[in-house]
């Protein structure tokens, strides 16, 4: 498809309506401001839910409970030494009491700190493999010392977030080929506008020996130009608000926040969208300029 990226003098006083031009401009740029800003929505979610499964593969807690603070220290000692044996296992770690005291905090305040509270013991571990049948081996190792012990496998209470987060990436990708959808249907209804408004010009060019096509060229020609220079003016403010956005949540000082970054592929992704569309405006513009043409010419 061969489309020159500069309007010849004539062509742009064929088609100049400066107030429809102006339109059509600003509502692309709308349209790619709310597309870029949908995904990177949604390549932001995806790198989160990304790191999050790979912090939570292989991660697991052991609890100790536990009144009798001797018995209690004993038991998580002999179940630490048991999961250090284990084939499989990358690390474990006992979880300090002044580390157990800082979560409690936010719920028991300064008693949270007191060494009289029954606190369990927990040991942290990370699985080299997470294979479920390496967790049925610690699970019978630890319950073979301690046999009311606890076994939380970190991705399985975070599963419902994990979940949470690729849906939010499949709406944004939605949301994204909803825009893709309207920025067509808008360019339709343009051109069929357009060839409304000039159908007098258009009825004597054909009778001067132009085809259809060539008619079609001028419309799409216009069209793909106000896209593109929109798309850009759009997309541009979209990359200083998702920087802007990007700044206040790495200050936020969440990890799970954190995780939301875009890459500089995606960066390269986005900055692409307004040829997309461009494209996606040229062929909707032609095909629907020239089914018009037959049908009222």
Do not use: C
């Not at 064929?14 to 107030?19: A, G």
């Not at 190792?141 to 990436?169: G, K, Q, T, Y």
């Not at 132009?210 to 419309?219: G, K």
């Not at 890459?263 to 089914?291: K, M």
């Amino acid at each position: 498809m061969k489309v020159r990226i500069i309007t010849p003098a004539a062509d742009r006083r064929l088609l100049d309506e400066s107030r429809r031009t102006r339109s059509m401009m600003w509502i692309m740029a709308i349209m790619l401001f709310l597309t870029v800003l949908a995904a990177a929505f949604g390549l932001g979610t995806l790198a989160a839910a990304s790191v999050l499964d790979r912090q939570l593969a292989g991660r697991l807690t052991v609890q100790i409970v536990e009144a009798n603070e001797g018995v209690r220290e004993r038991d998580a000692a002999a179940a630490l030494a048991a999961i250090r044996r284990i084939g499989g296992v990358a690390r474990a770690d006992p979880v300090d009491r002044a580390q157990l005291a800082a979560l409690l905090r936010p719920w028991l305040g300064e008693d949270g700190a007191d060494p009289d509270l029954p606190v369990p013991a927990m040991i942290d571990v990370q699985l080299g493999v997470g294979s479920d049948e390496t967790v049925a081996r610690l699970t019978r190792a630890v319950r073979a010392i301690v046999p009311a012990a606890r076994i939380d496998r970190h991705e399985s209470w975070m599963s419902p977030v994990s979940n949470f987060m690729r849906l939010m990436v499949w709406l944004a990708l939605g949301l994204v080929l909803l825009m893709a959808g309207a920025t067509a249907a808008v360019v339709i209804l343009v051109g069929r506008a357009g060839l409304d408004t000039h159908r007098e010009t258009i009825e004597v060019l054909h009778m001067l020996g132009s085809t259809d096509m060539q008619v079609a060229r001028l419309f799409q020609r216009r069209i793909a130009l106000d896209t593109l220079y929109g798309g850009v003016a759009g997309t541009v403010l979209a990359m200083m608000t998702i920087t802007v956005i990007g700044s206040q949540l790495s200050g936020l000082g969440s990890d799970l926040l954190s995780g939301i970054a875009l890459s500089e592929r995606d960066w390269v992704l986005l900055a692409g969208l307004p040829i997309l569309f461009a494209l996606l405006a040229t062929v909707a513009a032609r095909y629907a300029v020239l089914g018009a043409l037959r049908r009222f010419l």
